[in-house]
């Protein structure tokens, strides 16, 4: 999928996968994560996301990557706060107090650019990308954030039906990506009522991924 496609969504506002507030499967499962107040959450394709809100006015600093600039304006303006912008490698930064989001592409944003993560929260990343990139963009996840620990939400429902994003990751698929990294936790699952966009039956499920050598 090419970065124009995600530019056009931006500039045309076509954001539906924007949600007015905080995830409730955030609300309710970040504390199986066990981070200490002032823990570095990473959000991948962030977008402008109300989970950074929640995020950080409960104590917490939190890093970023996201492809549209027009986006990462539209949080900075949102949280009411004035970034200072400055080039990281072939990114652009743009930090603020407890916050740093990286625009450009993810697969640009390093260990060393990135600091020190303590958990990763992929609400729209992972299902956000076609099959072809995905094991890809999971083991530069991992690679990254040194296997810090992730709440990951994904969606599973019949591909044929409907195009995404988001798309559809079954289980096994996230076995496949992460499970020699991982233990893996499925810590709640449901149907979405009405399908996925009105349109196809789906059920969303939120995974708790803990690091397997610890």
């Known amino acids: 999928m090419e970065a124009s496609f995600w530019h056009q969504k931006w500039e045309r506002g076509e954001i539906a996968f924007h949600e007015s507030e905080a995830n409730p ?3 309710a499962h970040f504390k ?5 107040k002032g823990s570095r959450v ?3 394709l962030c977008g402008k996301t109300r989970d950074i809100a929640w995020l950080l006015s409960r104590g917490y600093r939190v890093a970023g990557a996201e492809l549209s ?3 990462v304006s539209e949080l900075f303006n949102e949280l009411g706060l004035e970034p200072k912008t400055f080039k990281a490698g072939k990114l652009t ?11 450009g592409d993810i697969f640009d944003v390093s260990t060393e650019l990135l600091g020190a993560t303590n958990a990763i929260y992929d609400r729209a990343a992972l299902v956000a990308l076609p099959s072809g990139i995905r094991e890809h963009y999971t083991s530069h996840l991992i690679n990254i954030s040194g296997t810090a620990p992730q709440l990951l939400i994904t969606y599973e429902y019949d ?3 409907m195009d995404g994003p988001p798309f559809s990751v079954i289980e096994n698929e996230v076995k496949q990506h992460y499970e020699s990294a991982y233990r893996l936790k499925s810590v709640e699952s449901k149907n979405i009522e009405g399908g996925l966009k009105g349109e196809v039956a789906a059920t969303e499920t939120v995974w708790l991924l803990q690091n397997a050598n610890k």
Do not use: N, W
Not at 32 to 36: A, I, N, Q, S, V
Not at 93 to 103: L, M, N, P, R, T
């Open 25 to 27: 499967y955030l609300v």
């Open 32 to 36: 199986e994560l066990h981070l200490k």
């Open 42 to 44: 990473f959000l991948p």
């Open 69 to 71: 600039k027009l986006a």
């Open 93 to 103: 930064q743009y930090s603020a107090k407890d916050i740093d989001i990286f625009v």
């Open 159 to 161: 591909q044929h039906l």
